[in-house]
C-alpha cells in the first residue's frame, strides 16, 4: 500500500522495522559507492589492445607522420572515426585531444571572448545559459566560472521542456546559449525526440545574435539494446533551417576506450570549425596524433561491435538497479526512476524535500552516493528530490547491495517524514 495511505499506527510499525535493518546495515561497515560515472576495469580492460597496436608504424594510411607537429584538425582517420561515432560527415568534425570538456571550455571561451555565431558574448551583461535539469554537473561549473547566470529549465521523457526553452530565448536577449546532452541525457538517460531536435534547431531563429547550441553526444554510442535508439542530426536539421553556425556538437572516446586517454571531437558548420581551429592555434600546434592512430586502428569500422562488449558488461548492472528498486519500492508511491537504454546514469526521484537526506542516510551506512543538488546548476536542486545513480565502475554484488540500501534509506525516509507531516 502507498505510504501516504498507511495509517499512523501502521506507519510506526513500518518505521520500527526499518529502523531496525538500517542499525543493521550500519553495522555490518559496508563501503560502497555509486557516485562518478567512471568505466569499471573490465570496461577498460576491453582496450588494452591499443597499446602497442602501432607496432612501429606510425605513419597513417593517409601519409601523415603521427609523430609531428601539425595538422590541428586531426588524422583523416582520426576525424572518420569521429564521423563513425557522432554520426556526422568527417569533414565536420575536429578530432582533438583527450578530453571533450576541455573543447566545451575552448568553444565557450571563442563564443564569449572572440564571438562564434555572432558578436562575443564579453560586453553583454548578465549573459545567461539555459541548463535542461537535471544535468551534468561539470557543463554548471565550466559556464559559471565564465560569470554566465544559469536557468534551469525541466527535462521531459523527451528532452527539456520546448515551451519553456522556445519562451525564454524570445523573452530575453541576454540568453546565449543553452546545454543538450541529446542522446543517454546524463542522469535522466532520455533521447531527444526528433520534435525536439527540430525546435532545439531552429532555435537560433528566435533568439538574439550569437545564440549557441553545445550539443554534447557524450553517450552517442553508448548503447545497451540493439538496434539501438537513434538521435536525429541536429547539424543537418540546424542548416535547413539556416542555423548551422549556431550548432557546435561534442564527443569523445573516454567510455569507449580509455577514460582520460581517449581522443575528443568537436564538430560544427565550416564557418565555426575555421574559427575554432583559429583559436586553438593560439593554444597548440597539434594535438596528440600518435594516440588517434592508434584509436583510428583499434576502433576503425568496429565502434558498434566494442560498443556491444561495453553493454554486456554495463546492462546488468542497470538491469540490477532496476529489479532491486522494483521489488523494494514498487506500490509505495515513494519514488521514481529512470530505466535508460544506454549511457551512464539513472536519475531516481524521492518526495520532494528528501534527496539530501536519503544521500545522507545512505552515506552514514557506508553507501557513497552522488551529494543531492549536483544534478542542478550552483548545486541547489530547489526541490531537493534528485538522485543521480551511477552504477558502472562498481562491480555487480557491489551494485546489488548498494541498491539495496539506497531502497532502505528512501523507505526509512519517506516513513519518517509522511509520519512527521501527520504532525503538522
Ligand atoms: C555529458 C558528459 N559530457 C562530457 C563528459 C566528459 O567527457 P571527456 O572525458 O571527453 O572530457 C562526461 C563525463 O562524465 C559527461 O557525462
Not at 52 to 73: C, F, H, M, Q
Not at 112 to 117: A, F, I, K, R
Request: a negative charge.
Amino acid at each position: 500500500m502507498q505510504y501516504a495511505q498507511l495509517d499512523i499506527a501502521d506507519l510506526e510499525r513500518e518505521m520500527a522495522t526499518l529502523a531496525q535493518r538500517y542499525s543493521a546495515v550500519s553495522d555490518s561497515n559496508l563501503s560502497l559507492d555509486l557516485t562518478r560515472g567512471k568505466p569499471a576495469p573490465e570496461q577498460l580492460d576491453l582496450s588494452n589492445a591499443l597499446d602497442g597496436i602501432l607496432e612501429g608504424d606510425y605513419v597513417s594510411p593517409s601519409g601523415i607522420d603521427a609523430r609531428n607537429y601539425g595538422d590541428l584538425r586531426g588524422l583523416p582517420e582520426a576525424r572518420e572515426l569521429g564521423a563513425e561515432i557522432l554520426g556526422l560527415p568527417a569533414e565536420r568534425i575536429i578530432a582533438a585531444g583527450p578530453s571533450s570538456l576541455t573543447l566545451m571550455y575552448q568553444v565557450m571561451d571563442a563564443a564569449y571572448h572572440y564571438g562564434l555565431s555572432g558578436p562575443s558574448w564579453a560586453g553583454e551583461a548578465p549573459v545567461k545559459a539555459i541548463c535542461p535539469v537535471p544535468g551534468y554537473d561539470r557543463h554548471f561549473t565550466l559556464t559559471e566560472s565564465f560569470g554566465i547566470e544559469m536557468t534551469n529549465v525541466p527535462m521531459t521523457a523527451s528532452g527539456p521542456d520546448m515551451d519553456r526553452v522556445e519562451a525564454l530565448v524570445e523573452s530575453d536577449p541576454c540568453v546565449k546559449c543553452i546545454w543538450c546532452v541529446p542522446k543517454y541525457s546524463n542522469p535522466s538517460g532520455c533521447v531527444y525526440s526528433p520534435e525536439t531536435v527540430g525546435r532545439i534547431a531552429s532555435l537560433a531563429n528566435r533568439a538574439s545574435a550569437g545564440f549557441m547550441v553545445f550539443w554534447d553526444n557524450a553517450y552517442a554510442v553508448h548503447d545497451f539494446e540493439f538496434p539501438p535508439a537513434v538521435l536525429d542530426d541536429v547539424l543537418a536539421r540546424a542548416e535547413a533551417c539556416g542555423n548551422g553556425d549556431n550548432v557546435v556538437l561534442f564527443g569523445s572516446t573516454s567510455k569507449i576506450t580509455f577514460a582520460g586517454g581517449g581522443i575528443s571531437f568537436v564538430a560544427g558548420s565550416p564557418a565555426t570549425l575555421d574559427k575554432l581551429e583559429a583559436r586553438l592555434s593560439v593554444m597548440l600546434i597539434g594535438h596528440d596524433k600518435v594516440n588517434q592512430l592508434r584509436h583510428a586502428r583499434f576502433l576503425g569500422g568496429r565502434v558498434e561491435a566494442h560498443m556491444r562488449a561495453h553493454a554486456d558488461l554495463v546492462r546488468p548492472k542497470f538491469e540490477a538497479v532496476d529489479r532491486i528498486l522494483h521489488a523494494s519500492l514498487d506500490g509505495l508511491g515513494i519514488a521514481e526512476w529512470s530505466r535508460p537504454r544506454g549511457g551512464y546514469f539513472i536519475v531516481l526521484e524521492t518526495i520532494p524535500g528528501l534527496a539530501a537526506e536519503v544521500v545522507n542516510l545512505a552515506g552514514r551506512a557506508g553507501v557513497r552516493l552522488t551529494p543531492a543538488g549536483a544534478t542542478h546548476p550552483y548545486g541547489r536542486d530547489p526541490d531537493d528530490r534528485t538522485i543521480r545513480l551511477a552504477p558502472t565502475f562498481a562491480s555487480l554484488g557491489e551494485v546489488e547491495a548498494a541498491t539495496e540500501v539506497l531502497a532502505l534509506c528512501i523507505r526509512l525516509a519517506s516513513a519518517r517524514r509522511i509520519r512527521a507531516d501527520r504532525d503538522t
